[in-house]
């Protein structure tokens, strides 16, 4: 498709699990951008990517988040020993060239449930 | 710290009738704004932007105030219809900061036929 892809669109997981999130942009976008939403709360930022620069991972809550993202496609958002508070819809979207300016598409999230 | 703040969790306006969403902001260094609109289920999407030169920009039905002195901007839709029921999102970013954006809480608007 044209859109931004995440997958799964839904994960339940048991506390202390690792978890892994996936996310397609648009093709030709060189920046992708992560970001949660808790239940109630507005968008929290994550982490960045633009090209081969290195990644602005100022918005990552704790050593056990981590994201990789290979080249200008793919990326995997990874939550290691899971807690009930990471609970929350993860979105990932992406940008043309990651300007202040530009608007982001975002895929429809990943709703990630820690029991 | 919350940068962008979004005070009133939900708005209930009739159909036809102006719909006004509200933003407040405290880093005087933000430049540039954008709302987002949401469906349950979806992803955010784009709607309109505004840069701090200006203080007016216009859509169609939709138009975004900047009063900078404020640090305040607004979101005007009229008239308002059942499909602008959704969640909106103000949004700010600094020049030279990439496009990370820093989102307010959201505003949920039901538009009642």
């Known amino acids: 498709g044209a859109g931004v892809s995440q997958s799964p669109s839904n994960k339940v997981t048991e506390k202390g699990k690792d978890v892994e999130l996936r996310c397609d942009p648009i093709?030709?976008?060189?920046?992708l951008y992560w970001y949660r939403q808790r239940l109630g709360q507005g968008l929290e930022f994550l982490i960045y990517?633009?090209?081969?620069?290195?990644?602005?991972k100022s918005g990552l809550p704790s050593d056990r988040f981590s994201a990789e993202r290979t080249g200008e496609s793919v990326s995997t958002l990874t939550i290691q020993r899971t807690q009930q508070e990471d609970s929350a819809v993860y979105l990932c979207?992406?940008?043309?060239?990651?300007?202040?300016?530009?608007?982001?598409?975002f895929g429809s999230g990943t709703q990630l449930s820690v029991l | 710290d919350q940068q962008v703040k979004q005070n009133s969790p939900s708005l209930s306006v009739q159909e036809g009738r102006i719909s006004i969403l509200n933003c407040d902001y405290t880093?005087?260094?933000?430049?540039?704004f954008l709302w987002y609109k949401k469906y349950p289920a979806e992803g955010p999407t784009f709607l309109i932007s505004?840069?701090?030169?200006?203080d007016k920009n216009e859509d169609g039905r939709f138009t975004v105030f900047l009063n900078k002195s404020a640090k305040h901007l607004s979101l005007h839709i009229v008239p308002s219809q059942p499909g602008d029921s959704a969640v909106y999102f103000c949004?700010?970013?600094?020049?030279?900061?990439?496009?990370?954006?820093?989102f307010g809480q959201g505003t949920t608007l039901q538009v009642k036929p």
């Open positions: 979207a992406s940008s043309t060239l990651g300007r202040a300016y530009e608007k982001l598409f």
């Open positions: 505004i840069s701090s030169i200006k």
């Open positions: 093709s030709g976008h060189t920046a």
């Open positions: 990517f633009q090209g081969n620069s290195a990644p602005d």
């Open positions: 880093n005087s260094m933000f430049d540039y």
């Open positions: 949004a700010a970013s600094k020049s030279g900061n990439t496009g990370k954006l820093i």
